[in-house]
């Protein structure tokens, strides 16, 4: 079943045509890896699912809804979660409260719960840290709950980043190169992580340029270059695409590799 | 190399900022003490000479002190609390001392610090006791009947207690920095009209200037301080509490509704504009911002000005604005004669705006401004809505400032554009800054520091100068007009604060990390490529 449906999506900044008349489904539970050269648009496609960017033209669909031209904290509460390339943790706060801001939009604490702090409101912040203190506990992020999260090893903030997005409820994780700046080690457990997540439930949607990771676990590769999707299949029909390994490795490249 | 300066004596317990758990709030407040406890030990060290109900308030005349001879009990003991006052300022510098030479400050510094003040608090008790049942003339000698000496006993008291409180349980405050803080503040605030009984002005000055701008700051801190949205026309709000006030209270339109009544209102009209002042500037951040605030603050003001639709009185403003009149069934409580009324009505509201704003900095809303503050974008894509949790920040802040304008028309009677310029925006946001952005405590302290310095010690640095000048025979002192001084201590007070405490008197403990490196900025609406 199709959850997020993207149709000849377009967007021009300017003169450039960032992503240009792209169309890809994801369907549930499934791990879908974008790949392609730096400035292929897999950026933009991401920040216009999410509705960071307003698309040019085309549709944007998830469970069937159009969600076309939606805010993105509307796009995210209906399902959507992201993290972003350059990790955008909110640094002055604590790990704990970065993931329970994730929290904030289903909490049913009112504005006047807050002022008052009525029961409620405490009812309610107990629960949500309940579910943060073990989000944070599942992704090993324990004992840095009370840090700031600027005080954390690299690795660590990506990890935390997907424990904010994790707290958001959602139904689909996009995650924009989860394993940059991983080291071997890091990168096997973020691997772990991801298939645990989809054996959970969720359906995975990442941005990747670790060919070990995107081959291993990704049910299926969409390849985009200069704003236009060149191909989508399995990670074996990717890999030996000769339209791919062009994009990569250049023209000549990719005859000699044929040819072999 | 450590230096002995006064630079080094405020920050040399600066927190480490990679410490895991930076102790900086605690130790601010230790030094806000043993600072605050010197000052009033100073004051009320000299108070018996300089505080004079007769002329408009103080009169300094240091030769009197030296000349007078201790000739009661009173002065023999104010003496010794004189030099238990010298021992506690400098003890600092002698730990400095260690210090400096990396030895281990030994521990009878501690000890005696405790010690004197623990006998001085001993010798005001003495000495306040004594005024009840002696004359004061007995006490302190020939001194000349209109000096009060009993508000001089409280703040040496105070003092000492302070200094009790910041030596001996040194660690309680830096570990518990704001009930520390609280405990003393709030005994302190509530007696205050008993101690000045006999200055009334201090108390409208503590009521009218310290009380407004703490409410003020404590709103504007919910803008700028947990949101980050930089309001540089917070005045307009305050403006608007006050002329709702004046409108609906005074024979303006012959309207007369009761304060109790006004406050609310005040505050419900103000978050209202600032709802309205926030749905333009929503897409705006950083400098743009500020810029529109900065207009809609002008416009406010120039509104009434020119009197649109006969509401407000044009440039005179509005008068005779009603000052409540309470009865009781022992006794009848007239606002505008019993000033320490209004003093307490603005004490409760300041501790209930404290406690709520407490309870929204630690709740779902506060943890929402802060992201939004930290990074807008992020915060757009964790399910935060950007558009109401700004707008939201907006009303609460203006409604605290509209809230502060009406307790302002009634206490003063008259609003006029004036009272509202940029000038108040600035002080306002001086205060937050100086104090402490984002940190309720610093901001209290902060707005302390300076309205003491705006509103009581300018309006009286002339006479103190003129009779410094009598005193040592130079008259030209008394010549010099201070109050045109004002931006220039400003200015002074900005500089030395971003050089020597960058993140204000009491630090938020965000602020303290962040000052050691630079954050990002960066709208949504930016990003989204549509600002």
Same mark, same amino acid.
């Given at each position: 079943m199709a959850l997020i449906e993207v149709e000849s999506l377009v967007k021009r900044f300017g003169g450039l045509m960032a992503v240009n008349d792209v169309s890809f489904v994801i369907d549930a539970r499934e791990i879908v890896s974008m790949i392609g050269p730096n400035g292929a648009g897999k950026t933009t496609a991401f920040n216009c699912v999410t509705g960071l960017y307003p698309i040019t033209s085309g549709a944007v669909r998830f469970d069937g809804h159009s969600i076309t031209g939606q805010p993105p904290h509307r796009i995210t509460r209906l399902g959507i979660a992201r993290t972003f390339q350059n990790i955008r943790l909110f640094s002055f706060m604590t790990a704990l409260d970065n993931v329970m801001v994730g929290a904030h939009w289903w909490m049913s604490a009112r504005v006047w719960d807050s002022v008052v702090k009525s029961p409620r409101a405490r009812a309610d912040e107990k629960r949500v840290e309940a579910r943060a203190r073990d989000l944070l506990e599942q992704l090993g992020l324990t004992r840095y709950a009370g840090s700031y999260a600027r005080e954390l090893p690299y690795g660590l903030q990506r990890r935390l980043e997907i424990a904010r997005a994790l707290a958001t409820q959602p139904r689909v994780l996009l995650l924009d190169e989860p394993a940059a700046g991983l080291n071997p080690q890091e990168k096997k457990e973020l691997m772990a992580l991801i298939s645990r997540l989809r054996d959970e439930g969720l359906t995975i949607f990442l941005i990747e340029h670790d060919m070990r990771v995107v081959m291993e676990i990704s049910d299926r590769i969409v390849v985009l270059d200069h704003g236009v999707k060149i191909t989508e299949g399995k990670p074996a029909e990717v890999r030996s695409n000769p339209q791919v390994i062009e994009a990569y490795l250049g023209q000549g490249a990719a005859e000699r590799m044929v040819d072999a | 190399m450590p230096s002995l300066s006064l630079g080094r004596l405020l920050t040399w317990e600066r927190v480490d900022p990679t410490a895991r758990r930076p102790r900086g709030a605690g130790t601010s407040t230790f030094w806000i003490f043993s600072i605050g406890s010197a000052t009033l030990l100073f004051m009320g060290w000299l108070l018996p000479w300089f505080v004079r109900p007769t002329s408009s308030g103080i009169?300094?005349?240091?030769?009197?002190?030296?000349?007078?001879?201790?000739?009661?009990?009173?002065?023999?003991?104010?003496?010794?609390?004189?030099?238990?006052?010298?021992?506690?300022?400098?003890?600092?510098? %002698? &730990?400095?001392?260690?210090? $400096?030479?990396?030895?281990?400050?030994?521990?009878? !510094?501690?000890?005696?610090?405790? @010690? *004197? $003040?623990?006998?001085?608090?001993?010798?005001?008790?003495?000495?306040?006791?004594? =005024?009840?049942? *002696?004359? &004061? &003339?007995? @006490?302190?000698?020939?001194?000349? =009947?209109?000096?009060? =000496?009993?508000? %001089?006993? +409280?703040?040496?008291?105070? #003092?000492?207690?302070?200094?009790? =409180? $910041?030596?001996? @349980?040194?660690? +309680?405050? *830096?570990?518990?920095?704001?009930? %520390?803080?609280?405990?003393? %503040?709030?005994?302190? #605030? !509530?007696? @205050?009209?008993?101690?000045?009984?006999? $200055?009334?002005?201090?108390?409208? +000055?503590?009521? #009218?200037?310290? #009380?407004i701008y703490t409410l003020l700051a404590l709103g504007l801190n919910v803008v700028v301080g947990f949101a980050g949205l930089l309001d540089l026309g917070y005045a307009a709000f305050f403006a608007i509490g006050a002329y709702t006030c004046g409108s609906l209270a005074s024979p303006k339109h012959s309207i007369h509704l009761p304060l109790w009544v006004l406050i609310f209102l005040g505050a419900a009209v103000a978050s209202m504009f600032g709802a309205v002042l926030g749905a333009p500037t929503l897409r705006l951040r950083g400098d743009y911002l500020a810029i529109v605030t900065l207009g809609f603050g002008e416009i406010i003001p120039d509104l009434a000005t020119n009197n649109v639709g006969k509401l407000t009185g044009g440039p005179d403003g509005i008068s005779s604005i009603d000052q409540p009149i309470v009865h009781l069934p022992f006794a009848t409580i007239n606002f505008g004669i019993n000033k320490e009324w209004y003093y307490w009505s603005v004490l409760l509201v300041v501790i209930i705006v404290i406690v709520l704003l407490r309870n929204l900095e630690h709740s779902r809303v506060g943890r929402a401004w802060v992201a939004l503050r930290e990074d807008e974008v992020a915060a757009a894509a964790t399910g935060i809505n950007t558009t109401s949790t700004k707008l939201l920040a907006f009303a609460i802040g203006a409604s605290v400032s509209g809230l502060a304008g009406a307790f302002y028309g009634s206490i003063v009677t008259i609003v006029s554009p004036d009272d509202f310029s940029f000038s108040v925006s600035v002080s306002i946001l001086s205060i937050i800054v100086l104090g402490g952005i984002g940190n309720i405590t610093g901001v209290i302290v902060g707005s302390f520091v300076l309205t003491f310095v705006i509103f009581w010690m300018l309006q009286y640095l002339n006479e103190w100068s003129a009779t410094l000048g009598q005193t040592i025979n130079v008259p030209s002192l008394g010549n010099i007009d201070y109050s045109q001084y004002t931006y220039m201590i400003y200015g002074v007070a900005l500089i030395l604060m971003m050089l020597l405490r960058p993140g204000g008197l009491i630090p938020s403990r965000a602020r303290q990390i962040e000052l050691t490196s630079g954050g990002e900025e960066e709208s949504l609406a930016a990003v989204q490529g549509i600002a």
């Open positions: - | 009169g300094f005349s240091p030769m009197d002190v030296v000349s007078s001879a201790p000739t009661g009990i009173g002065t023999f003991l104010v003496y010794l609390l004189g030099i238990g006052l010298l021992v506690m300022v400098l003890s600092p510098f %002698a &730990e400095l001392f260690y210090r $400096a030479r990396k030895r281990a400050v030994p521990a009878r !510094i501690d000890q005696v610090r405790v @010690l *004197i $003040a623990v006998f001085g608090l001993v010798c005001t008790v003495v000495v306040f006791l004594l =005024t009840r049942v *002696i004359q &004061e &003339e007995q @006490l302190f000698g020939p001194i000349d =009947t209109f000096t009060i =000496t009993d508000s %001089a006993v +409280w703040l040496t008291m105070v #003092g000492y207690i302070l200094a009790a =409180t $910041a030596y001996g @349980l040194r660690g +309680w405050v *830096i570990r518990r920095p704001t009930t %520390a803080f609280a405990a003393i %503040a709030l005994p302190v #605030g !509530i007696l @205050l009209p008993l101690m000045f009984h006999q $200055a009334p002005v201090f108390i409208l +000055w503590a009521a #009218g200037s310290l #009380g």
